[in-house]
Antibody, heavy 123, light 111 residues
Framework: QVQLQESGPGLVKPSGTLSLTCAVS?????????WSWVRQPPGEGLQWIGE???????NCNPSLKSRVTFSLDKSKKQFSLNLISVTAADTAVYYC????????????????WGKGTSVTVSS | QSVLTQPPSVSGAPGQSVTISCTGG?????????VHWYQQLPGTAPKPLIY???NRPSGVPDRFSGSKSGTSASLAITGLQAEDEGDYYC???????????FGGGTKLTVL
């Protein structure tokens, strides 16, 4: 059974960098999956941030592209999100999720989600 | 304001049926891009409910079903149960925005 667990600081100062890691159990990160981040501001809906593939290829929400980087470490079985120049608008619960292929080519859905980690941007 | 429009709330009594709509456009649902539905129960992470318009992941009851017509998709829930209360989100790929988008979410209340 695949499980994902987010970790990282719960409080980040404005203009600082938000760094989160998602630890993966039950998957080698070597299969046909994309590894993704989604966030949810307090009381609001879901926002797709982006994802990374085993090859290192990435996709990113155009509204965040200038501030976001993704990385993946198969040896440590984890993937990460870095978001720079944060503001209060980046305050949210951040989820990591796995995209799984259900039909070739290029048909995926988010089948496994972490429990989420809350990040507040405040001085 | 999402490019996928959902009603903010729906409600129904136990045993009844409800439908949640997800209205998009020609750059997402109307373009034939995938539509997925997720259920988020209070205080928990989203969980996949329907993928590829009509498919249910293993373990999801057949009370939940999805459909598509033109530039809209729908999630139908029959035999409402108290534990169905929560938020429901549709998701699709938008070719104009070059990215995945979620609907604004619909809060289901079981009366």
């Amino acid at each position: 059974q695949v499980q994902l667990q987010e970790s990282g600081p719960g409080l980040v100062k404005p203009s600082g960098t938000l760094s989160l890691t998602c630890a993966v159990s039950g998957d080698s990160l070597s299969g046909d999956n994309w590894w993704s981040w989604v966030r949810q501001p307090p009381g609001e809906g879901l926002q797709w941030i982006g994802e990374i593939y085993r090859s290192g290829s990435t996709n990113c929400n155009p509204s965040l592209k200038s501030r976001v980087t993704f990385s993946l470490d198969k040896s440590k079985k984890q993937f990460s999100l870095n978001l720079i120049s944060v503001t209060a608008a980046d305050t949210a619960v951040y989820y990591c999720a796995r995209w799984t292929s259900y039909k070739s080519p290029n048909h995926y859905y988010m089948d496994v989600w972490g429990k989420g980690t809350s990040v507040t941007v405040s001085s | 304001q999402s490019v996928l429009t959902q009603p903010p709330s729906v409600s129904g009594a136990p045993g009844q049926s409800v439908t949640i709509s997800c209205t998009g456009g020609t750059s997402n649902i109307g373009a034939g891009n995938d539509v997925h539905w997720y259920q988020q129960l209070p205080g928990t992470a989203p969980k996949p409910l329907i993928y590829g318009y009509i498919n249910r992941p293993s373990g999801v009851p057949d009370r939940f079903s999805g459909s598509k017509s033109g530039t809209s998709a729908s999630l139908a829930i029959t035999g409402l149960q108290a534990e169905d209360e929560g938020d429901y989100y549709c998701q699709s790929f938008d070719s104009s925005l070059s990215g995945w988008v979620f609907g604004g979410g619909t809060k289901l209340t079981v009366l």
